[in-house]
């Protein structure tokens, strides 16, 4: 945070800071180049910058960052270079920042309990309410609580007020509790089914949602194959995702089961090792190369 603030000090005209910026660099290159500006050797540094005694420059960054009459949204502009796009900035409200930090969280796994805990402080009638709701079922779908995840997720209202990204992580949820897996063998078809349909719709909502189209193909495509509805309009959609973002493992995964779902063989192995290619040794990599190789799918 503190060094976030000096950025926006530095170069915010307001301070008049971006003008003493390239002194202050080289100040701080001459001393020790460890973070902050508290340190003997940054003083010289750190009060060419803020103007003050180096021990009152972090007090003085933080006063004009959290100035009331500081704007609630703002641009900071830099000298255009052909490559680095203004940096937009804006205050959240904690609501909004429990919120993203919970995603933050569940998106590094093993993180399900904290992230648990920090969604569930998003209050009723926030406008992340729906966000939030969604984030702890899924938090708790993280940390193995299967019975408790399940009775979060089937429940139909959770699918209220959602924008496409949350939408597609709720039926990333779902496709989940759906699929074989630990836990989950003695699934009645009937509610596996629902929760099939459920997912499937929710992804075919967003298929076309910029913000999150090539997560939502993968997941189509899982939920359309476990209800046996492979064909030529399923690998077309596989494809294009495959082609905007062909690094994917998860997309080229996609490709080879659209593949083996209709009895391409060798094609679905070219697929396969291109996941594996693009997967960091560890045990999703070594599913894909035991499917590669006939053994169980990944």
Not at 52 to 80: C, E, G, K, S
Not at 94 to 107: I, K, M, V
Not at 189 to 208: G, H, I, P, V
Not at 229 to 258: D, I
């Amino acid at each position: 945070a503190q060094a976030w603030a000096t950025m926006f000090y530095a170069l915010s005209p307001r301070t008049g800071a971006p003008q003493r910026l390239a002194a202050y660099l080289q100040a701080l290159h001459a001393g020790d180049p460890a973070p902050g500006l508290q340190t003997e050797a940054t003083a010289p540094a750190a009060e060419t910058l803020v103007g003050v005694p180096a021990a009152r420059a972090n007090d003085a960054i933080a006063q004009f960052v959290l100035a009331r009459t500081a704007p609630a949204d703002f641009v900071i502009r830099l000298p255009p270079d052909g490559k680095t796009p203004a940096i937009a900035v804006r205050r959240i409200a904690a609501d909004e920042y429990d919120t993203r930090l919970g995603e933050l969280l569940l998106r590094l796994g093993n993180r399900g309990t904290l992230a648990r805990t920090v969604f569930r402080s998003v209050p009723e009638g926030s406008p992340f309410t729906a966000r939030a709701r969604v984030g702890a079922a899924l938090a708790v779908l993280q940390s193995g609580d299967l019975l408790f995840a399940a009775a979060l997720l089937d429940d139909p209202a959770i699918e209220q007020g959602l924008d496409a990204a949350t939408g597609v992580q709720l039926a990333r949820g779902l496709l989940r509790l759906s699929l074989p897996g630990p836990g989950l063998e003695s699934l009645p078809d009937a509610l596996r089914l629902e929760r099939l349909a459920r997912a499937r719709a929710l992804f075919a909502a967003t298929l076309d949602a910029p913000c999150c189209w090539l997560e939502a193909t993968h997941g189509h495509v899982l939920a359309m194959l476990a209800l046996q509805r492979a064909g030529p309009e399923l690998l077309a959609q596989a494809r294009r995702a495959y082609t905007a973002a062909p690094s994917n493992p998860e997309l080229a995964a996609a490709m080879a089961l659209v593949h083996e779902a209709e009895g391409r063989t060798t094609q679905a192995r070219a697929f396969w090792a291109a996941a594996a290619r693009n997967l960091p040794p560890g045990p999703a990599r070594s599913r894909v190369l035991q499917r590669m190789a006939g053994g169980s799918p990944p």
